[in-house]
């Protein structure tokens, strides 16, 4: 299954994108990721790591893409039976900043993830965070 959330906020586009370059500032905004355990403090192509969640699921990933130019990253997660590919963008608007990401997922995973992942975008795009 594949679908599309966007969320606009007021945070300059340079700081939701530094947000999501970071993977120590992603607990900041992502309140279901506890920890981000990876070689390098930021995403770059080929980059693998784990991220911490609910409980200490850990969840093994690699960074498919990044153009901090365009400010747009992919990565791969996969979790059991669950094998995803997630799809980001940060874009300017009127006001502040629009996220988009795109999820391509078991659907079960999907109809599960998005209200989270909807929340988490919410935050990465506020300017008071």
Same mark, same amino acid.
């Given at each position: 299954?594949r679908? &599309?959330? &966007?969320?606009?906020?007021?945070?300059?586009?340079?700081?939701?994108?530094?947000?999501?370059?970071? !993977?120590? =500032?992603?607990? &900041?905004?992502?309140?279901?990721?506890?920890?981000v355990?990876a070689?390098?403090?930021?995403?770059?192509?080929?980059?693998?790591?784990? $991220?911490?969640?609910?409980?200490?699921?850990?969840?093994?990933?690699?960074?498919? +893409?990044?153009?901090?130019?365009?400010?747009?990253? +992919?990565?791969? $997660?996969?979790?059991?039976?669950?094998?995803? &590919? =997630?799809?980001?963008? $940060? @874009?300017?608007?009127?006001?502040?900043? +629009?996220?988009?990401l795109?999820?391509?997922?078991?659907?079960?995973? $999907?109809?599960?993830?998005?209200?989270?992942?909807? !929340?988490a975008? @919410? @935050? !990465?795009? @506020? +300017?008071?965070?």
């Open positions: 299954m679908t &599309t959330i &966007t969320e606009t906020g007021g945070a300059d586009p340079a700081v939701a994108w530094s947000r999501y370059e970071n !993977l120590a =500032l992603w607990p &900041t905004w992502s309140p279901q990721i506890q920890e355990i070689a390098t403090p930021r995403i770059a192509p080929g980059l693998n790591g784990l $991220v911490v969640g609910p409980l200490g699921i850990r969840v093994p990933f690699e960074v498919l +893409s990044v153009d901090a130019e365009a400010m747009q990253w +992919s990565w791969h $997660v996969r979790l059991g039976p669950v094998d995803a &590919t =997630l799809d980001h963008a $940060v @874009r300017p608007a009127p006001g502040g900043c +629009s996220t988009e795109v999820i391509d997922a078991p659907a079960f995973a $999907v109809i599960g993830y998005r209200p989270l992942a909807a !929340l975008l @919410r @935050r !990465l795009v @506020r +300017s008071d965070l």
